[in-house]
């Protein structure tokens, strides 16, 4: 379970934030998980639940945001968010696409008191 690392590696960027701005307390943390991040967002939560104990951030609430997956379509010139995890463009059937979107994994924004 990789997602143990991941949320180790969050709580320390976390803990770098807060101390940079004198915030005693981080109410919320909000991450973007792309569906092709290979992250998966429950196992996540489960292990934040875990570690967030003894950090700034022990009273926060983790958001997690699914980014579906986005193509770019070079065959229609077109930028396509779809739920398969395929690389056909939905608009023309051509494979001639690239990801552009959901394969990421971010900290997006961190809620913290001062």
Excluded at 17 to 22: F, K, V
Excluded at 31 to 43: I, R, T, W
Excluded at 62 to 90: A, F, G, Y
């Amino acid at each position: 379970m990789h997602e143990m690392s991941i949320v180790q590696n969050l709580l320390q960027l976390v803990e770098m934030y807060a101390e940079r701005e004198g915030a005693k307390d981080v109410r919320r943390i909000e991450v973007v998980v792309g569906v092709l991040s290979g992250v998966e967002p429950h196992l996540l939560r489960i292990a934040f639940d875990t570690f967030k104990e003894g950090t700034v951030a022990q009273n926060a609430q983790l958001d997690l945001v699914v980014e579906k997956l986005r193509l770019w379509c070079n065959s229609c010139n077109t930028q396509v968010e779809k739920e398969e995890l395929d690389m056909i463009c939905p608009l023309c059937g051509s494979v001639d696409t690239r990801v552009v979107g959901g394969d990421e994994l971010l900290l997006k924004s961190i809620e913290m008191e001062v």
